[in-house]
């Protein structure tokens, strides 16, 4: 079986072994360099990085692997109307 390997950021590569684990960081050469889990959307580096190549590969594992927490922290911020309209009802 043919492990899915994502896009790469110039000299990065992506990979996720398993479909719910971890995603890898790869530099050209094929050290380790950080890992992201999707889950928590926390990516833990493990190696120096240029600030900017930083910045460029989270924001990738972001728009490709949006995390759990993301988008339990959405539906929090957007109240369904019932409870906006409680909370201003309350305030007269």
Do not use: C
């Not at 896009?7 to 990065?12: E, K, L």
């Not at 530099?27 to 930083?54: C, S, Y």
Request: a positive charge.
């Amino acid at each position: 079986m043919v492990h899915p390997q994502y896009g790469t950021n110039d000299s990065y590569r992506l990979h996720r072994p398993k479909p719910e684990g971890p995603v890898s960081v790869f530099n050209q050469d094929g050290f380790l360099m950080a890992e992201h889990d999707p889950i928590t959307g926390v990516t833990a580096w493990h190696r120096a990085v240029p600030a900017t190549k930083r910045d460029a590969v989270e924001k990738k594992l972001l728009e490709q692997f949006r995390s759990a927490a993301d988008t339990s922290d959405a539906a929090q911020k957007s109240p369904s109307k019932k409870t906006a309209r409680r909370a201003t009802s309350r305030k007269g």
